[in-house]
């Protein structure tokens, strides 16, 4: 079995009282890092705020004309920086500070935290960046990159929560899957549909279903009524990013990839939506998904 993570907790507070407005998220008493995410109507205030004229990195999210759009920087002081420079970009529409509330950050810090985070958007390859060229990666004392990689860490843990997966790797290398089959108690599970010639296996990692690469799907998305659907632009998503390439009259996944359930991967499979703890059965057996999840938790007593 593979080790688990230590449980954390995140704080959140909602500076005006409204779950849709201004709010900070923090990581108490393990993490001097500090995030802000405020709306563009709401920046005249943000940047009155405290953190706003800190050093940091900041992210300005919003759409153009190809869709959802990315921009990262850095600066010694936030708040000057959008002020004098990215209030002339017309398209953002939410700004997020990520600041420290201890130690203040350095050049050399908010450079380095901004290099990695643009590496990272782009190899998950979930949204357009409005950057250029890669930012170079400053120069660190070993003990400064170690602690800015636990401050990335954090990044990582805290913008997800709030809804921004965008650094979000659903890929999955070959050597971390298997090596999570083999230690793993967890089945494989299999979708067959000869008639289709859809073939495709999947196993549990963590919290994710991932389905492996080889596996094949629908050549489209056929369910017209849902094409708007989160599945039917996910379907589209992963072909966009080359996960889902052409192979014949279908599509074979190119990658594993670690979908957030069992119905958002038969739905990508059969390029429909589809019930995935019914369709999806352990490899060998007739016993779907569903069964097995039953059986587990009869096994932990939990009746």
């Known amino acids: 079995m593979m080790p688990n993570k230590k449980g954390r907790s995140i704080e959140l507070f909602f500076v005006n009282g409204n779950p849709d407005g201004m709010l900070t998220a923090t990581i108490p ?11 563009r109507t709401q920046l005249k205030d943000a940047l009155k705020r405290e953190e706003a004229s800190r050093p940091g990195v900041y992210l300005l999210l919003g759409e153009n004309d190809d869709g959802p759009l990315l921009y990262i920087g850095e ?20 700004a997020i500070f990520i600041t420290s509330s201890g130690e203040q950050l350095n050049k ?33 004392s070993e003990a400064a990159e170690a602690h800015m990689a636990d401050f ?21 290398a070959t050597e971390r899957l298997e090596a999570a089959n083999t230690n793993s108690d967890k089945p494989i599970f299999v979708l067959n549909t ?3 010639g859809l073939t495709a296996r999947a196993t549990i990692e963590d919290s994710h279903f991932i389905v492996e690469a080889g596996s094949k799907a629908k050549m489209e998305w056929t369910s017209a009524t849902a094409k708007n659907s989160s599945y039917g632009k996910l379907f589209d998503e992963l072909v966009d990013q080359g996960v889902l390439a052409v192979d014949g ?10 979908f957030n359930s069992p119905s958002a991967a038969a739905a990508v499979v059969y390029g429909r939506p589809a019930s995935g703890p019914m369709e999806w059965k352990v490899e060998g057996t007739r016993k779907n998904y569903k069964e097995w999840e039953a059986e587990e938790i009869m096994k932990e007593g939990h009746v």
């Not at 890092?33 to 709306?39: E, F, K, P, R």
């Open 29 to 39: 008493f393990q993490w001097t890092g500090h995030v802000l995410v405020t709306s």
């Open 152 to 172: 990335l860490d954090n990044i990582y843990l805290v913008l997800p929560a709030l809804k921004f997966d965008f650094f979000i790797q659903n890929t999955r």
């Open 194 to 196: 000869p008639k289709h």
């Open 75 to 94: 600066s010694d002081d936030i708040g000057k920086r959008i002020k004098n420079h990215d209030a002339l970009k017309d398209w953002w529409s939410t």
């Open 108 to 140: 050399a810090h908010i450079r380095y935290l901004e290099s990695r985070l643009v590496e990272k958007a782009r190899q998950a390859n979930k949204i357009s960046l409005d950057n250029g060229n890669s930012p170079s990666i400053s120069a660190l």
């Open 249 to 258: 009259k279908n599509r074979v996944f190119t990658q594993n990839y670690a």
